[in-house]
């Protein structure tokens, strides 16, 4: 049995569709609040919980075999890393233990590692990572770049406007990940030998300027972009804004700093590694793209 937290996000529902289409027992931990009609009808076993709940989480575990921590906080749960990145998962590595589960898979960050202090989302992933390799569970550490379907709502508006918004500095460098590259990854990781008790660096195999984005959606679509570069200090100017009247959502808006103001991007060794290990060719942004928004 296969648990997957974050069901009903865009890495977690991927996750869902592979285990259901390889007829693996899966169970699906959601909120009652989300919708999850598909995930049910796909075959998967729902159980209807919440992460800020120790009890639930253990219920979950019950049986399972295999976890998959896919879950993450964002501002449709109200972006509090600590609560979601960090205590849940801690609760959810104790379960799986305590159940008897023979792997656990934790989406991480790339650049966890790195020691952002302003970023809440990468101190937190970085210390469950600490926590997880201490815990005496298998497990698998994976640690995407940006996903590839969280440019989907992006593109479908550049499509109307012609307009993208590029923050920062367009020489920015990242290498976003295919999000069904990285559902294949972590469904292979459980029963991978030589991904057991490892860390990868998982990213797209084009390493690209943040300018060459719209670029992309400019040749999906057949217009030319025209590109909108505030520089960071807007961004800095909104997060003083919001602080004085909201400062957990000052700390929350330090993380998309990070994301913005740094590069995150995988070498050729990595990638190279990810298809040596898991047996694929990873997908470039523009592929993945074009699948989704093209008849």
């Not at 931990?29 to 159980?47: C, D, H, M, P, W």
């Not at 979950?60 to 960090?86: K, P, R």
């Not at 920062?168 to 292979?188: C, E, F």
């Given at each position: 049995?296969?648990?997957?937290?974050?069901?009903?996000?865009?890495?977690?529902?991927?996750?869902?569709?592979?285990?259901?289409?390889?007829?693996?027992?899966?169970?699906?931990?959601?909120?009652?609040?989300?919708?999850?009609?598909?995930?049910?009808?796909?075959?998967?076993q729902v159980f209807i919980g919440d992460l800020l709940q120790e009890r639930d989480i253990h219920k979950a575990?019950?049986?399972?075999?295999?976890?998959?921590?896919?879950?993450?906080?964002?501002?449709?749960?109200?972006?509090?890393?600590q609560s979601l990145d960090y205590r849940a998962n801690i609760d959810l590595i104790d379960a799986a233990k305590a159940a008897g589960a023979k792997h656990f898979v934790f989406i991480s960050v790339l650049g966890a590692e790195r020691?952002?202090?302003?970023a809440p989302v990468f101190k937190a992933k970085r210390a469950v990572e600490q926590y997880l390799k201490t815990?005496?569970?298998?497990?698998?550490?994976?640690?995407?770049?940006?996903?590839?379907?969280?440019?989907?709502?992006?593109?479908?508006?550049?499509?109307?406007?012609?307009?993208?918004?590029?923050?920062?500095?367009?020489?920015?460098?990242?290498?976003?990940?295919?999000?069904?590259?990285?559902?294949?990854?972590?469904?292979?990781?459980?029963?991978?030998?030589?991904?057991?008790?490892?860390?990868?660096a998982v990213g797209g195999p084009d390493i690209l300027e943040r300018a060459a984005i719209p670029q992309i959606f400019g040749r999906i679509f057949d217009r030319e972009p025209l590109v909108i570069t505030p520089p960071l200090v807007v961004l800095d100017g909104i997060r003083t804004a919001v602080g004085v009247i909201n400062p957990e959502a000052k700390r929350a808006l330090g993380t998309l700093r990070t994301l913005l103001a740094n590069e995150f991007f995988c070498t050729p060794a990595e990638v190279q590694l990810l298809e040596t290990t898991f047996n694929i060719k990873m997908e470039s942004l523009e592929s993945f793209m074009r699948r989704y928004l093209t008849p």
């Amino acid at each position: 049995m296969f648990l997957v937290t974050g069901a009903t996000g865009g890495l977690g529902r991927r996750i869902i569709r592979l285990l259901c289409e390889r007829e693996q027992p899966t169970r699906a931990f959601v909120k009652l609040t989300s919708r999850y009609g598909e995930i049910e009808n796909r075959g998967a076993q729902v159980f209807i919980g919440d992460l800020l709940q120790e009890r639930d989480i253990h219920k979950a575990c019950h049986g399972a075999e295999f976890v998959i921590s896919a879950h993450g906080s964002n501002d449709a749960n109200g972006g509090d890393a600590q609560s979601l990145d960090y205590r849940a998962n801690i609760d959810l590595i104790d379960a799986a233990k305590a159940a008897g589960a023979k792997h656990f898979v934790f989406i991480s960050v790339l650049g966890a590692e790195r020691g952002y202090e302003d970023a809440p989302v990468f101190k937190a992933k970085r210390a469950v990572e600490q926590y997880l390799k201490t815990s005496g569970l298998n497990y698998t550490i994976l640690r995407p770049s940006g996903f590839a379907s969280n440019l989907l709502p992006l593109a479908e508006r550049f499509q109307q406007t012609g307009l993208y918004l590029l923050i920062g500095d367009p020489k920015t460098r990242t290498s976003i990940v295919s999000t069904d590259d990285l559902a294949q990854i972590a469904v292979a990781a459980a029963t991978t030998e030589a991904a057991h008790n490892q860390t990868f660096a998982v990213g797209g195999p084009d390493i690209l300027e943040r300018a060459a984005i719209p670029q992309i959606f400019g040749r999906i679509f057949d217009r030319e972009p025209l590109v909108i570069t505030p520089p960071l200090v807007v961004l800095d100017g909104i997060r003083t804004a919001v602080g004085v009247i909201n400062p957990e959502a000052k700390r929350a808006l330090g993380t998309l700093r990070t994301l913005l103001a740094n590069e995150f991007f995988c070498t050729p060794a990595e990638v190279q590694l990810l298809e040596t290990t898991f047996n694929i060719k990873m997908e470039s942004l523009e592929s993945f793209m074009r699948r989704y928004l093209t008849p």
